[in-house]
């Protein structure tokens, strides 16, 4: 069986995780792996729970189907750890990452039991500081990089300063924000 | 050389609209294919290629605009999903019937009631008697290809017909995954110039398109419509040969994927075949002889060619994603098992319904959907007609 990671993406509808799963397949894809970056479609509105997803290894990749037993979970808005089964079929041995300003302590009982290891991050906190706006997507895109070990941090950051260079082209303004935003996340996520 | 690239289905139809750069574009949006004439606008308003895109109110419309342009002689083309599609009802066999050479890239999409705008095949499906060819894709890449293969089929003396490029909606259409497109030169060179025989805008021959044919004349237009629609067939194989010569890629009416010494063969169409090659992978590795064959020309219906590839299994299931609403079974389960019977064959052929309305359909259904297969094969369980996979209990 070929084996490729797979990675799940919770948050609500306007705060980018769509977003975030497309630029994790970049950036992948731009290291020469194979990628798959989607959206599951429910009814789309604003701050609706949504869902996206990420295959990615190094054999071409086949599966049209969304991922129910993933071996990472991004959870965007903590919000939906009380609405939304995030750890389900969640690998043991894999892991959770969660937006939050709260301890670990704090957010480990609402896992349903969940045994695998777990990360938190203050996107919102590392997002306001370099950006002075709310996007957690950039500050989750690299907690992920991390934790998943897709690529080391100079790659990633590499990678990603192009990336922003070609997206940004008319506002140069923001790189360099997001690209504290990306660093400070490679560094707070525990 | 090809270019390594990541794209969604709608990015890559549209580049590949963008790299044929035909005349006309009429559209109206509809998800999930509004990103097409989207894309395809941008190009156009950046100056990239000189297609004319016409905004239109409908696709009624959108087809209508379409005919006209084809009609005066211009390479046209349409995209739409869904009710889209049904709305141009009337519109597709005017297409066909003036044997006009369009291309109308579909992304599959459920009809509505109740109204769902995820993936199934209820559209096309629905469209499949409309004189139209029908090529389906499984990925980003296929889509891709087809669209680049399609203007050399439909504009083939023997053809004349409108093409139905198709892929599934926001499984293919919305997932970036990775693809190998061509230089836009090479795609201009395999496509070449359109210049067609007879066209509206000839003042050196006038000529009507579409008039009225009463009894004495619709039957025998309607047998060289039939006519032109065996001609694809061969036609379809010619251009995948010479495509291969520029891609490396192979395509066929349909692909086999471990099909020749399987006991147990799915029949299915789209991207969900991929989710199925993974499951028979699996199941390969079991010692269980599992196979599929993937239909990716669904008009012209290849009969014979499907007959003789399924002879002598044990179990053959039929995968619709498509009520059908007959009470019996989906259109592909119906047409197949009509193939095999004029072939003489005894399989045990068995319908199922799989993924309407955007149901997921995943490698543990594909594996338990052949597990079935081999315990009726065992004489362990019956043949079940027209079950659908993954219904909620």
Same mark, same amino acid.
């Given at each position: 069986?070929?084996?490729?990671?797979?990675?799940?993406?919770?948050?609500?509808?306007?705060?980018?995780?769509?977003?975030?799963?497309?630029?994790?397949?970049?950036?992948?894809?731009?290291?020469?792996?194979?990628?798959?970056?989607?959206?599951?479609?429910?009814?789309?509105?604003?701050?609706?729970?949504?869902?996206?997803?990420?295959?990615?290894?190094?054999?071409?990749?086949?599966?049209?189907?969304?991922? $129910? =037993?993933? #071996?990472?979970?991004?959870?965007?808005? !903590?919000? *939906?750890?009380?609405?939304?089964?995030?750890?389900?079929? %969640?690998?043991?041995?894999?892991?959770?990452?969660?937006?939050?300003?709260?301890?670990?302590?704090?957010?480990?009982?609402?896992?349903?039991?969940?045994?695998?290891?777990? $990360? =938190?991050? #203050?996107?919102?906190?590392?997002?306001? !500081?370099? *950006?002075?706006?709310?996007?957690?997507?950039?500050?989750? %895109?690299?907690?992920?990089?991390?934790?998943?070990?897709?690529?080391?941090?100079?790659?990633?950051?590499?990678?990603?300063?192009?990336?922003?260079?070609?997206?940004?082209?008319?506002?140069?303004?923001?790189?360099?924000?997001?690209?504290?935003? *990306?660093?400070?996340?490679?560094?707070?996520?525990? | 050389?090809?270019?390594?690239?990541?794209?969604?289905?709608?990015?890559?139809?549209?580049?590949?609209?963008?790299?044929?750069?035909?005349?006309?574009?009429?559209?109206?949006?509809?998800?999930?294919?509004?990103?097409?004439?989207?894309?395809?606008?941008?190009?156009?308003?950046?100056?990239?290629?000189?297609?004319?895109?016409?905004?239109?109110?409908?696709?009624?419309?959108?087809?209508?605009?379409?005919?006209?342009?084809?009609?005066?002689?211009?390479?046209?083309?349409?995209?739409?999903?869904?009710?889209?599609?049904?709305?141009?009802?009337?519109?597709?066999?005017?297409?066909?019937?003036?044997?006009?050479?369009?291309?109308?890239?579909?992304?599959?999409?459920?009809?509505?009631?109740?109204?769902?705008?995820?993936?199934?095949?209820?559209?096309?499906?629905?469209?499949?008697?409309?004189?139209?060819?029908?090529?389906?894709?499984?990925?980003?890449?296929?889509?891709?290809?087809?669209?680049?293969?399609?203007?050399?089929?439909?504009?083939?003396?023997?053809?004349?017909?409108?093409?139905?490029?198709?892929?599934?909606?926001?499984?293919?259409?919305?997932?970036?995954?990775?693809?190998?497109?061509?230089?836009?030169?090479?795609?201009?060179?395999?496509?070449?110039?359109?210049?067609?025989?007879?066209?509206?805008?000839?003042?050196?021959?006038?000529?009507?398109?579409?008039?009225?044919?009463?009894?004495?004349?619709?039957?025998?237009?309607?047998?060289?419509?039939?006519?032109?629609?065996?001609?694809?067939?061969?036609?379809?194989?010619?251009?995948?040969?010479?495509?291969?010569?520029?891609?490396?890629?192979?395509?066929?009416?349909?692909?086999?994927?471990?099909?020749?010494?399987?006991?147990?063969?799915?029949?299915?169409?789209?991207?969900?075949?991929?989710?199925?090659?993974?499951?028979?992978?699996?199941?390969?590795?079991?010692?269980?002889?599992?196979?599929?064959?993937?239909?990716?020309?669904?008009?012209?219906?290849?009969?014979?060619?499907?007959?003789?590839?399924?002879?002598?299994?044990?179990?053959?299931?039929?995968?619709?994603?498509?009520?059908?609403?007959?009470?019996?079974?989906?259109?592909?389960?119906?047409?197949?098992?009509?193939?095999?019977?004029?072939?003489?064959?005894?399989?045990?052929?068995?319908?199922?319904?799989?993924?309407?309305?955007?149901?997921?359909?995943?490698?543990?259904?594909?594996?338990?959907?052949?597990?079935?297969?081999?315990?009726?094969?065992?004489?362990?369980?019956?043949?079940?007609?027209?079950?659908?996979?993954?219904?909620?209990?």
């Amino acid at each position: 069986m070929k084996k490729h990671i797979e990675i799940r993406w919770h948050g609500r509808g306007g705060q980018g995780a769509k977003t975030a799963a497309l630029l994790l397949a970049d950036v992948a894809f731009n290291t020469g792996m194979y990628v798959q970056g989607f959206p599951e479609y429910g009814p789309e509105r604003m701050g609706a729970p949504i869902t996206a997803y990420n295959r990615i290894g190094d054999t071409p990749i086949r599966a049209h189907s969304n991922i $129910y =037993t993933p #071996d990472f979970v991004v959870v965007v808005d !903590e919000t *939906l750890l009380h609405t939304v089964e995030v750890t389900k079929g %969640l690998k043991p041995e894999g892991a959770i990452i969660i937006n939050t300003s709260q301890s670990k302590e704090d957010i480990i009982p609402l896992l349903n039991g969940y045994s695998g290891r777990v $990360y =938190t991050i #203050d996107a919102r906190k590392i997002s306001i !500081e370099a *950006l002075g706006k709310y996007f957690p997507n950039s500050p989750m %895109l690299a907690a992920v990089v991390k934790v998943a070990e897709i690529m080391n941090k100079d790659e990633f950051l590499n990678l990603m300063e192009a990336s922003y260079k070609h997206k940004f082209a008319k506002k140069p303004e923001v790189i360099e924000g997001n690209m504290n935003a *990306l660093k400070k996340a490679f560094e707070e996520v525990k | 050389m090809s270019i390594r690239e990541r794209m969604s289905g709608n990015e890559a139809v549209s580049y590949a609209i963008k790299q044929v750069n035909p005349d006309v574009m009429p559209a109206f949006p509809i998800t999930p294919s509004t990103e097409i004439p989207q894309m395809v606008s941008t190009y156009i308003s950046n100056g990239e290629i000189d297609t004319e895109f016409i905004p239109v109110e409908s696709e009624h419309s959108s087809m209508s605009a379409t005919i006209g342009a084809s009609a005066a002689g211009a390479r046209a083309l349409t995209a739409t999903s869904s009710c889209g599609l049904a709305f141009m009802w009337e519109t597709l066999y005017i297409a066909a019937s003036d044997r006009l050479p369009i291309v109308l890239c579909l992304v599959n999409r459920a009809l509505t009631g109740p109204i769902n705008i995820n993936c199934d095949h209820s559209d096309s499906m629905g469209a499949r008697d409309s004189g139209w060819m029908q090529i389906y894709a499984e990925t980003n890449q296929e889509a891709y290809d087809n669209f680049i293969m399609s203007y050399r089929i439909t504009e083939h003396k023997d053809v004349m017909l409108p093409l139905m490029t198709c892929m599934d909606g926001f499984i293919t259409s919305h997932a970036v995954e990775n693809i190998e497109l061509l230089e836009t030169e090479e795609v201009r060179k395999f496509v070449g110039e359109y210049n067609p025989e007879n066209y509206l805008l000839n003042a050196e021959m006038p000529m009507a398109v579409g008039p009225y044919a009463n009894s004495p004349f619709y039957m025998e237009t309607k047998m060289n419509q039939r006519i032109a629609m065996q001609n694809a067939k061969k036609v379809i194989l010619d251009v995948a040969a010479e495509f291969e010569k520029i891609s490396g890629r192979k395509y066929g009416l349909f692909e086999e994927y471990y099909l020749d010494d399987a006991e147990y063969a799915v029949v299915m169409i789209g991207s969900a075949a991929g989710t199925t090659k993974d499951a028979i992978d699996n199941l390969r590795s079991q010692g269980i002889k599992a196979g599929l064959l993937k239909i990716r020309v669904f008009r012209p219906f290849p009969d014979t060619e499907i007959a003789a590839a399924l002879k002598g299994k044990k179990v053959v299931a039929i995968l619709d994603r498509c009520e059908g609403n007959s009470a019996t079974g989906g259109p592909l389960g119906a047409e197949v098992k009509a193939a095999l019977y004029d072939s003489g064959a005894n399989t045990v052929a068995v319908n199922y319904i799989y993924g309407i309305g955007g149901r997921d359909y995943t490698v543990e259904d594909a594996e338990n959907l052949f597990n079935e297969l081999i315990d009726i094969g065992n004489g362990k369980k019956q043949p079940e007609q027209f079950k659908y996979i993954g219904l909620r209990k």
